[in-house]
């Protein structure tokens, strides 16, 4: 058993030295003295849409890198409500409150089909002490993090219907790596907004009629970014 977890951690960091996208996530600046210090299993792991990482005030034991794919972090309120408070996309950390040994602030919630490595807490930890790069890189995650929410309140939660949407499409559009992008739901875009479903749907219905969004089968679609951004941003 001891000689399996050693040799899948092995494996693990093996694939961290040689990943496609190394260069947006955590490990990006560890050096190969670095990756002989994992001793523990890095998990590449693959959501169905509407599967969760992990639930809101659950005890989590490991963050989330995001090789592929989108996930929205939900917050559920006392009255019920809930709240879409951010997206994550490739490059990003999922989780990463329980560093600071904090229960989860939010369902993660897969969009799509999401691909991430699923890296243990107690690993992060200890490399951070003996590790100044992973330090850094850690303190870029979380100023990462702030930025995303402070940029999620300003454009997303200000403004009329129209101009929340189209940010929110643009947002969309910058995230992915094809020429087009994940539509979420209009249920989900009122929660990310802070609008009611039918403002959504008349927002994007009205984008639609001029050509500036086009839906390209389901939950994808295209938007004609300049355009959209001259109009109503």
Known sequence: MQIDKIDRAWRGAER???C???????FSDLTHEDFDRIHQ?????EFEPGQRLYYQGENISSVYTIRAGLIKLVQHLPNGDRRIVRLLSQG????????NGQVADHDAVC??????CRLP????????????????????RWQKALSGADNWITRLSTGKARQRVARLLLLLDQASTDDFFFLPTREDMGAMLG????STSKATAEFRRLGLLKKLGQNRAWIDAEALQQQFC
């Open 195 to 198: 609008i009611t479903t039918e």
């Open 92 to 99: 990003d950390l999922a989780g990463l409150e329980s560093l």
């Open 20 to 26: 496609a996208i190394r260069h947006l996530v955590l």
């Open 121 to 140: 807490v107690s690993l992060i930890q200890r490399l951070q002490k003996e590790t100044p790069n992973l330090h850094q890189g850690l303190i870029n």
């Open 111 to 116: 969009l799509d089909l999401v691909q991430v």
């Open 16 to 18: 961290c030295k040689h």
């Open 41 to 45: 299993p890095i998990d590449d792991m």
